[in-house]
């Protein structure tokens, strides 16, 4: 089976880090907008969490998993 291909932790994690340190930051505490960025960051958090909770059911069932950096990411013969 080839393995399976899941986004790299970093982009959550480049995610997370412009919508916390810089998106926040730039709205006002009282504005409507500051509560739909916090449920973004959120939702992003509970995705990597479910990422995670499935790269460890397929490390205990022997499934290969390949972390991509971009859509182009390409397993090279022999690699």
Do not use: F
Not at 2 to 22: C, F, G, N, T
Not at 53 to 60: K, T
């Amino acid at each position: 089976m080839k393995p399976i291909p899941l986004p790299s932790h970093v982009h959550y994690e480049a995610l997370l880090q412009l919508l916390e340190q810089q998106t926040l930051h730039a709205l006002d505490h009282s504005s409507p907008q500051r509560g739909q960025v916090l449920e973004i960051i959120i939702t992003l958090r509970k995705g990597m969490a479910l990422q995670k909770r499935l790269e460890e059911a397929c490390d205990r069932e022997h499934i290969a998993v390949e972390h991509r950096w971009s859509l182009n990411d390409q397993v090279m013969p022999g690699a």
